[in-house]
């Protein structure tokens, strides 16, 4: 089943970006055939279509035009994600040598790799490494904070406050109630709620002098950690 999808036109286009810019693997599954091809994003037409290389193995390239629709998937971060598109010709361009397909109006979440904590700067980090903390001190009007994110995990996610932040480090205590976070992805963005559970200054390593505020959120990060 699938699970989250970002019709977000600005997010379909950085993932689309990624993926081209960082020469990610992507897989095809043609109805009727079992096994799914590999290619690669090797132009993207915002909006129009996609140019990709040819299939492997090379069957896949004769198969592809009679299919629809195609199933396209990749993996970014620590999810599986996947696209529906449709093969519209043959690209014999140069340098787009390969396959031209539809752009799709939607990513999908399908699947998460399992494991309990991400941790920023190793080598399982975050899916998310930025945050937006938008929250109201006393009477004043809404405040936003750009984060960074510090660790998370399905239930909960750690975020950085630099000491700079004294206003906003005053106001998130423990058990303080946290409405308005939003996980920040290059592909999409996460709106989550929760309860600050701790907050410590963090005295060794690259962040020294930085406070950890942990939150507990209220609906677990199913589809995203």
Known sequence: MSGPATRNRRKIR????????????????????ETPFTS???????????FIEILRPPRGNDLIKSAKPLTVSFSLGKCE???????VKKSVISPYYGHIISYPDSIRIVNRRRHNRYER????????????LTFRIGERRKTSYDLKVFDLSEQGV??????????????????????????LAPWMTVKVRGTV??????????????YHVGVLLDERLEHCV
């Not at 950085?14 to 055939?33: D, Q, S, W, Y």
């Not at 559970?197 to 930085?210: A, L």
């Open 14 to 33: 950085e993932a689309l970006e990624f993926l081209k810019n960082e020469r990610r693997p992507i897989a095809l599954r043609i109805e009727g055939v």
């Open 40 to 50: 690669k994003i090797i132009k993207a037409d915002h909006g129009d279509a996609l």
């Open 81 to 87: 994600y996947e696209i529906t598109s449709s093969f």
């Open 121 to 132: 700067d190793t080598r399982q980090a975050p899916l998310f490494l930025h945050a937006t």
């Open 158 to 183: 750690g975020i950085l406050a630099g000491e700079d932040m004294q206003e906003l480090l005053r106001a998130v205590d423990p058990e303080c109630r946290v409405e308005d976070l939003e996980l």
């Open 197 to 210: 559970k701790h907050k410590s200054r963090i005295r060794e390593g690259k962040y020294t002098g930085w």
